[in-house]
């Protein structure tokens, strides 16, 4: 059985049905994940789960620490993420309340937060020319057919700093480049998930259609929460759905994603570096 990790993204601190439920706080390299991780079981699946903006949703994205809770994630031996995000629509067709399953990522978060494991004397450069997991998204595109919501199976999440929403005309110009939906966390996630070898996928939970809409010419937190809460009704039946089928995926196609990506001569690693990341490069690097 595949161990199944959880980030919750806005109003998703806990899932409902784990039992034998503990929590567990984890030191990284990087510093302090989020919120300490809560492990149990879900239908003979383990399950980690971490709220990315922790308890009272109190980190912003910029401030969030991607490294220490995918570093965290993998450390727990999680073989599977799914990220649970609210997003902007940018597309007519994409309504609130919709879930969007995105298979691909842009970046516009201007470099502002880490997004690598590989510094200080050390380089690897990851493929990621498919940075979801496609058996993971596949599964959770049914289990959201499965509650009779709108799902759509693909589509590029642009991936916005914030904390501030976009003005009109960056909204604008992410449709004209053909973008799909907006959110502020997960090509990160995305990039770091694959570094650490563990397959990832993004159910996308639409609260809004960002700026650009007539319907939506300010986007406000208080109409993004009342979205949210139905959102978040509806993501807890998907993942009580998702988590036991993806348990029972066997192999990943990150599980060997560092295989060919390591650059630097093993002789020229810093000793420091080689046991900060020995979980990650500890099959490649002796």
């Given amino acids: 059985m595949s161990k199944v990790g959880i980030i919750g993204g806005s109003g998703l601190y806990d899932i409902e049905g784990i039992k034998n439920l503990r929590e567990e706080s984890v030191k990284t ?3 302090l994940p989020s919120d300490p991780y809560k492990i149990g079981m879900l239908e003979g699946t383990e399950v980690v789960f971490l709220p990315r903006h922790g308890k009272g949703h109190r980190v912003s994205p910029t401030e ?8 965290g ?17 940018l597309k007519e067709n994409i309504k609130p309340l919709d879930f969007v399953v995105p298979d691909q990522f842009v970046d516009r978060t201007h470099q502002a937060r ?3 494991f590989f510094s200080g004397g050390i380089v690897a450069h990851v493929a990621m020319a498919h940075p979801i997991d ?6 959770l595109v049914e289990s959201v057919k499965k ?4 799902v759509y199976d693909k589509g590029t999440y642009i991936t916005m700093e914030g904390p501030q929403f976009s003005t009109k005309a960056e909204s604008n110009l992410y449709r004209q480049w053909g973008m799909d939906i907006i959110g502020m966390t997960n090509l990160t ?4 998930a694959l570094e650490a070898e563990i397959a990832y996928a993004t159910l996308a939970a639409v609260t809004d259609y960002d700026c650009w809409h007539e319907a939506h010419d300010e986007v406000t937190v208080e109409m993004i929460i009342a979205n949210l809460q139905k959102n978040i009704k509806n993501a807890k039946a998907i993942l009580k759905l998702a988590i036991p089928q993806i348990g029972k995926i066997k192999t990943f196609r ?4 560092l295989k060919y990506a390591i650059m630097t001569d093993p002789k020229m690693i810093p000793a420091k570096v080689k046991k900060d990341l020995k979980i990650l490069i500890g099959k490649y690097v002796k």
């Fill in 29 to 31: 390299p990087f510093g």
């Fill in 64 to 71: 969030i620490n991607y490294r220490a809770n995918i570093f």
């Fill in 73 to 89: 994630m993998k450390k727990l031996g999680v073989d599977a993420i799914i990220s649970v995000s609210a997003c902007g629509s």
């Fill in 114 to 116: 880490p997004s690598t």
């Fill in 134 to 139: 496609e058996q993971i998204a596949r599964v």
């Fill in 147 to 150: 509650i009779g919501v709108t």
């Fill in 189 to 192: 996630e995305a990039k770091l």
């Fill in 254 to 257: 990150a599980q060997d994603a």
